[in-house]
Structure formats: structure tokens, C-alpha cells
């Protein structure tokens, strides 16, 4: 299933919310029309809150089946949240927008090359996966420009095939080059997805539409 929407007149939608296979975590401000969009095309539990005081949540969380990586900057109450539906680990790092740094699905996670090996032992621990560092597309933050599930992923129309090469022998799912929103190659912030749904931002064409659907295996 696919749907589409935005966020306060945002079509950047993937910005405001993170998601599992059980599990998505919104934005406090999104509308109930969003929450709804989220939760039925997911198939998931939604659960409102912010991270740090800031409501782009799909920026500062990444998250898989196991674990889901908060910003570090998160206070003890917006832990607490996150913590009662999933187990929960703070990102303490200067990059610690984890959404934006961080490409994970259960079966493997690629992050940002400026991350230490420290910190990538501690990603590895917490989401139960191989942690490999690497670029996409010239973008260190491979979040923002990939989306990921357990069935397939799509990323920026720049991704190399050496890169699409790593994101299947890391993250076990074929990955197809794509746009959203009507051009936009940053296509983590503009998809909200798992194995089973996607929404995408509201301006997305339908041949966009249709390289999402191939590379997310949603038919």
C-alpha cells in the first residue's frame, strides 16, 4: 500500500517520522489525517513525540526491528517514550542526527564515513547488525538519500553501481535509483516506508511513483 501526504504543508514527510516494521514514530505536531496516512500504509503503531524539543523526528531516529538509534541530545522524558515501545539507544556523537546519518534495516546498516569505529561498534551492538562505513551518491549522510526496508530500498539518482553493489551485499535488498517529490533526490526525507507500505511526499510524480514501487517491492 501507498499513500500520499504531507506534513504541514511539508511534502519532505520522511523528515517528520521513523519507522519499523511495528512501530512509527511521529512528529507531536503531525495532524491525525498524517498519523492515520502513517499507521494504515505501514500497517504499524504510531506513537507521537518529539526528539530534543524538535519535531523532525525522521531525521534525529534510526531505527530497525531491534533497536531504535536516538539523537543524543534527546531528553530522559523523550527516551522514556521511545524506550516503552522499542529498546532505545542515544546517539552520544557530534553527528547525531541518526536518521539523517544512518541507512538500517535488519539485516545490515550503512553510516557515515565521519563516524569513529567506536560508534559503529555501538550501532553494530544496539541494531544487531554489520555496520559498514561508506558514502552514497557523494553524501555522507546516507539517510537522508536512501530509504531502506527488509524487502528492498531506493536511493538518490546519483548512487553509483558500486554503491547499489554495497547496499545489497550490506543490507541483503536490491536497491533501485529513484526520485520523490516531483525531483528531488533526497529520497529518505521525502519516504516514509516498510516491507509493508510506503507514504511519500504528496508532490510525487506518478513515473516516481512507479520506481518507488519497484524498488521497495511494494506490488
Known amino acids: 500500500m501507498m499513500r500520499f501526504s504531507r506534513h504541514s504543508g511539508n511534502p519532505n514527510i520522511g523528515v517528520f517520522a521513523a519507522a519499523n516494521e511495528n512501530l512509527a514514530l511521529i512528529s507531536a505536531d503531525a495532524s491525525p489525517e498524517f498519523e492515520r496516512a502513517v499507521g494504515e500504509a505501514l500497517g504499524v503503531k504510531t506513537i507521537k513525540t518529539t526528539v530534543a524539543g524538535a519535531h523532525v523526528i525522521g531525521s534525529l531516529v534510526a531505527m530497525n526491528s531491534n533497536c531504535a538509534?536516538?539523537?543524543?541530545?534527546?531528553?530522559?522524558?523523550?527516551?522514556?517514550?521511545?524506550?516503552?515501545?522499542?529498546?532505545?539507544?542515544?546517539?552520544?556523537?557530534?553527528?547525531?542526527?541518526?536518521?539523517?546519518?544512518?541507512?538500517?534495516?535488519?539485516?545490515?546498516?550503512?553510516?557515515?564515513?565521519?563516524?569513529?569505529?567506536?560508534?559503529?561498534?555501538?550501532?553494530?551492538?544496539?541494531?544487531?547488525?554489520?555496520?559498514?562505513?561508506?558514502?552514497i551518491a557523494g553524501c555522507n549522510t546516507v539517510g537522508s538519500v536512501c530509504r531502506a526496508t527488509n524487502k528492498g530500498c531506493i536511493c538518490h539518482m546519483d548512487a553509483s553501481d558500486d554503491e547499489l553493489d554495497l547496499i545489497k551485499d550490506v543490507l541483503k535488498v536490491e536497491a533501485v535509483r529513484t526520485s520523490v517529490n516531483h525531483g528531488s533526490r533526497m529520497v529518505g526525507a521525502g519516504v516514509i516506508a516498510n516491507s509493508k507500505g510506503a507514504v511519500v511526499g504528496d508532490e510525487t510524480t506518478p513515473i516516481e511513483m512507479g520506481r518507488i514501487e519497484e524498488g521497495l517491492v511494494l506490488y
Open 69 to 135: 538509534v536516538v539523537s543524543g541530545l534527546a531528553d530522559s522524558r523523550e527516551a522514556e517514550v521511545i524506550e516503552a515501545c522499542v529498546p532505545c539507544v542515544l546517539l552520544d556523537d557530534s553527528l547525531n542526527a541518526a536518521g539523517n546519518n544512518i541507512l538500517v534495516n535488519d539485516y545490515g546498516a550503512i553510516v557515515s564515513p565521519e563516524y569513529g569505529h567506536g560508534v559503529a561498534a555501538k550501532l553494530s551492538e544496539a541494531l544487531g547488525v554489520e555496520v559498514v562505513f561508506s558514502s
